[in-house]
């Protein structure tokens, strides 16, 4: 999947993302960035807005699992379960948010389960950088339905 299908793909059934003005920089089996600016995104205090930032790390993770399950699972559904976000310093421009698997080893058990039982459980780590400094970090425990 390219960069622009990603966020084309988003754009259209994650309203959200097209309000936040998200793009997607980077997709890979290995790893999905996408990016947000500050004007959509802005609080009272001339900052990003730490809703916005969680969203799109959130929204990173989530695209993540989405672009490496649409071959094998395309009728999957991903929704998130639980998620932590910690923020180590204020975004005061245009953001980036880079997604990986939390334990990349337990990618063949997650499909595994996801055929055998129908659903699957992984974590995927999202990190918000701004100005070449890392801001931000979130972990998300996601669920996959419909592997059978």
């Not at 390219?2 to 309000?19: D, G």
């Not at 600016?37 to 695209?63: D, K």
């Not at 699972?73 to 880079?98: E, K, N, W």
Request: net charge positive; no cysteine; hydrophobic share 45%.
């Amino acid at each position: 999947m390219s960069p622009q299908s990603l966020e084309q793909f988003l754009h259209q059934q994650i309203p959200l993302s097209r309000a936040m003005a998200v793009t997607a920089l980077h997709v890979s089996e290995e790893s999905v960035q996408l990016s947000a600016p500050l004007q959509p995104n802005l609080n009272h205090r001339a900052t990003v807005f730490g809703g916005s930032a969680a969203a799109v790390a959130l929204l990173a993770a989530w695209s993540l699992l989405h672009v490496r399950l649409r071959a094998p699972f395309p009728s999957s559904t991903i929704v998130i379960q639980r998620q932590s976000m910690s923020y180590h310093r204020p975004i005061l421009g245009t953001f980036v948010a880079r997604a990986v698997l939390a334990q990349p080893a337990d990618w063949p058990r997650f499909l595994r389960l996801l055929t055998r039982r129908g659903r699957a459980r992984i974590t995927v780590a999202s990190t918000l950088h701004y100005d070449g400094k890392a801001v931000g970090f979130f972990t998300g425990d996601f669920v996959a339905f419909g592997g059978q």
